[in-house]
């Protein structure tokens, strides 16, 4: 945060001596506003322009938060079950704040080149369970893998990704509209957000799980296609508009 804070700083003041030295009537002259709707979810920026060839984006998105809850076996050690079965609840959901830096090579094209970053929580799926496991349960069963409660019964398995994620795209439209009030823009491109990693109660701890801990085939499958999930893209469209 601290870093990127410092790269926020010194970008708008190379960019406020640019405006001054040639082009400074458009420096932070118009507010705009918009919303958005894509694979990002729902969005909200706010923005400004810092010359003719450059704009400044602040806002938010956010997914929907998608709820399943399932029937699974509980695990009284040793794999044993007992045909016990608990409720447990995934949630997937995804917020992320967004500092963004528009670039039009071509001065009053649409045409631009977007950098920044993605800043938000780092659960992306949660799992828990529901109800309290009955007395002497170790944990819960998914598919073939124990997952531990902790000191209070409570199962924790999570799917994690970093909290920083720098953005890279490309996009049309002006950020604040300069000849009409409104407009619609479209972006896409990739937010980094590493390796996703999957953590779980263990040993009354809450700790990330490797592949090389399951000798498993579907979990070395599952582990293969989570490696490669480094990337989230990002498609949306959205209306703009020029508060003045």
Do not use: C
Not at 172 to 195: C, E, I
Not at 214 to 220: A, E, L
């Amino acid at each position: 945060m601290k870093r990127l804070s410092i790269l926020v700083t010194l970008l708008l003041a190379l960019l406020s001596q640019h405006a001054n030295a040639q082009d400074d009537k458009y420096l932070f002259n118009h507010l705009g506003a918009d919303v958005s709707l894509g694979l990002e979810g729902l969005g909200f920026e706010l923005a400004v322009p810092a010359t003719n060839w450059a704009a400044v984006r602040l806002g938010m998105s956010f997914l929907p938060q998608a709820t399943y809850s399932q029937k699974v076996d509980v695990d009284f050690g040793n794999n044993t079950t007992s045909n016990t079965e608990v409720e447990i609840e995934g949630k997937l959901k995804k917020t992320d704040f967004k500092i963004l830096f528009d670039f039009y090579p071509i001065p009053r094209h649409s045409f631009r080149l977007t950098a920044g970053a993605y800043i938000g929580s780092k659960d992306l799926v949660t799992v828990n369970n529901k109800e309290p496991l009955p007395p002497l349960a170790m944990g819960i069963l998914l598919g073939d893998y124990e997952v531990r409660s902790d000191m209070n019964g409570k199962v924790n398995a999570d799917i994690k990704v970093n909290s920083f994620k720098p953005y890279l795209g490309v996009g049309f439209g002006r950020a604040v509209p300069s000849k009409y009030r409104l407009s619609f823009n479209f972006d896409a491109g990739v937010q980094f957000w590493g390796t996703p990693g999957v953590w779980i109660t263990r040993n009354s701890t809450y700790q990330k799980l490797e592949k090389d801990n399951i000798d498993n085939d579907d979990s070395d499958k599952f582990f293969d296609v989570l490696s490669k999930m480094t990337v989230y893209p990002v498609i949306s469209l959205r209306l703009n508009g020029r508060i003045f």
